[in-house]
Each structure stands twice: as structure tokens, then as C-alpha cells.
């Protein structure tokens, strides 16, 4: 497995506005690969907001096909050409990656 964390540094009070923007999602779902996506938000920063977007990928390369597509381009089209209706509140953001060394899931035997 691999993940993707984007953390966005977002104008404090503004982590709504950004955080809509991943309602709906623009063909990161029928990527070959794509596991899930989450979107996680940090408020507990007096000076600025956090806005992570994870994505789980089956591994690295199905990860780098979604940034190559199409579909990538066309979802952060308005960021490129500076349209986008949030850039001007995102501050900043760090995009790291990392493969998922251990994995423990969620036991169907309940201890009492």
C-alpha cells in the first residue's frame, strides 16, 4: 500500500471552504489502484488551518499513473491556471508519501 498526504496551510477560519472543494471528486475514484480518500482537518493551530487530503493507493506506480492522467489535470486544472476559487487562501502546502510497512485491521472478536 502506499499513501499520499497533501497538508494545505489554509487562512485561519478558512478550512470549510477548502475542505468543500473534495465533496465530490473529479475521477480519483475509477483510478486503477485507488483505494480511498480522506479528508482531514486541523483547526487546533492558532495561526493557520490544516487541510490534509490522504490517498491510499495499491502502491507507488498506481499512484504516479493518477498524476499522469488526464483525469489529474482536469481535476486541478483551475489550480494551474490560477482560477481556483481557494488558492487564494491556501497558504502553503507539503506533499509526502509513504509505503505502508505494517498494517493491523480491526479484529471480528470483541474483547469483553
Known sequence: MWIVMNKLDVEKGKADAVRARFETTKGIEAMDG??????????????MDHVVIMTTWRDADSFENWRDSNAYKHAHKKRDDGTSEVKPIVLGNTVTQYEVAIEHLASTERVQ
Open 34 to 47: 485507488f483505494v480511498r480518500m480522506q479528508v482531514l482537518t486541523d483547526t487546533s493551530d492558532e495561526a
